[in-house]
């Protein structure tokens, strides 16, 4: 059974304003590899495998950052990415969001999170960049 690990809504569907980074998942799991469940490294298992063994590695190490694949959960085929930022709010139905400059501005607090989890080098200049991610609760 899957668990989400991710961003949460108690809507049937939302959409989730994330200030972030998009990662191959292969190139975060080579780097967090040791510290990843051992169902991840089970045949058979898919991106959101992977996925949720980084969301277990990033709550152990008590860091607010979350961890969503990108694919579409339907029919869709791994896309081999994940999402890994901070939640800048969420959009229901016919919601919309100002995202002001301070909220831009918190990039190298996001920064410092992921050189902590060791999947930025020291002394980045990373850019995070917005994305509006849209869930539905039939994802999972």
Not at 30 to 38: E, F, H, T, Y
Not at 42 to 61: F, H, L, N, P
Not at 103 to 129: C, F, Q
Request: hydrophobic share 35%.
């Amino acid at each position: 059974m899957k668990t989400r690990t991710g961003f949460v809504s108690n809507s049937s569907s939302s959409s989730f304003i994330v200030r972030g980074k998009l990662f191959q998942i292969e190139d975060v799991v080579k780097i967090l590899d040791a510290k990843l469940p051992k169902y991840c490294n089970e045949e058979g298992g898919d991106d959101g495998d992977w996925v949720e063994g980084i969301s277990k590695v990033i709550r152990e190490k008590s860091i607010k950052l979350s961890a969503n694949p990108t694919k579409n959960f339907f029919d869709g085929e791994d896309t081999g990415e994940v999402l890994i930022g901070e939640s800048r709010g969420d959009l229901d139905d016919g919601g919309v969001v100002m995202i002001d400059t301070e909220t831009l501005s918190a990039d190298n607090e996001i920064i410092a999170k992921m050189v902590s989890l060791g999947i930025l080098p020291e002394r980045n200049l990373a850019r995070m960049n917005t994305f509006v991610h849209m869930m539905s609760n039939d994802n999972y």
